[in-house]
T-cell receptor
Framework: GAVVSQHPSRVICKSGTSVKIECRSL??????MFWYRQFPKQSLMLMAT?????????EQGVEKDKFLINHASLTLSTLTVTSAHPEDSSFYIC?????????????FGPGTRLTVT | AQTVTQSQPEMSVQEAETVTLSCTYD???????LFWYKQPPSRQMILVIR??????QNATENRFSVNFQKAAKSFSLKISDSQLGDTAMYFC??????????FGSGTQLTVLP
């Protein structure tokens, strides 16, 4: 089956610094990738939709200047949390969609736990 | 906009017993997909089962089956012969013409030994 990786799995950074999270589709081309944020015991909250070669589409309330998304190739999307603060601490999950249509094929990465001290 | 509702925040079941998780959704679309995802303590999202709305036959995957009632906009998940490894958060999700999935709030299932 399709595999999506995320790196790093855990990261601790100091307040005010930036951190980059990578999401890779290992065995398929992903025209679209999604970035989610998940708080403990809660559902996944969609932050943004990342399209290869174009600007990301952010959900309402998500600061695009704080959460920078780049989808430079069909297998890689990155999320950069800029000037991180403790309230950005969370679990971030990406998913990747194949090149066929519809919402039938999305594959999830294992997630990245971000802790801002 | 689509909404997905899971009205059972927590459930428990004895090992080897059967449990049903509820999910209702609201949409004006006619062609869509419905999914059940499992998120164990590792937090990796795992696809359990998928149903295509145009198919009347309920999807089954080994011990997992769904009861899809399109008119009632209901999509419940039945787990038979529950195992300790089934302990996880279960999310119902809707996928329609929009590329993203809409998730329910989740049901934490605990399988008791």
């Amino acid at each position: 089956g399709a595999v999506v990786s995320q790196h790093p799995s855990r990261v601790i950074c100091k307040s005010g610094t930036s951190v980059k999270i990578e999401c890779r589709s290992l065995d398929f081309q992903a025209t679209t990738m999604f970035w989610y944020r998940q708080f403990p015991k809660q559902s996944l909250m969609l932050m943004a939709t990342s399209n290869e070669g174009s600007k990301a589409t952010y959900e309402q309330g998500v600061e695009k200047d704080k959460f920078l998304i780049n989808h430079a190739s069909l297998t890689l999307s990155t999320l950069t949390v800029t000037s991180a603060h403790p309230e950005d601490s969370s679990f971030y999950i990406c998913s990747a969609k194949g090149t066929s249509g519809g919402a039938s094929e999305q594959y999830f990465g294992p997630g990245t736990r971000l802790t801002v001290t | 906009a689509q909404t997905v509702t899971q009205s059972q925040p927590e459930m428990s079941v004895q090992e080897a017993e059967t449990v049903t998780l509820s999910c209702t959704y609201d949409t004006s679309e006619n062609n869509y997909y419905l999914f059940w995802y499992k998120q164990p303590p590792s937090r990796q999202m795992i696809l359990v089962i998928r149903q295509e709305a145009y198919k009347q036959q309920n999807a089954t995957e080994n011990r997992f089956s769904v009861n899809f009632q399109k008119a009632a906009k209901s999509f419940s998940l039945k787990i038979s012969d529950s195992q300790l490894g089934d302990t996880a958060m279960y999310f119902c999700a809707f996928g329609g013409s929009a590329r993203q999935l809409t998730f329910g709030s989740g049901t934490q299932l605990t399988v008791l030994p």
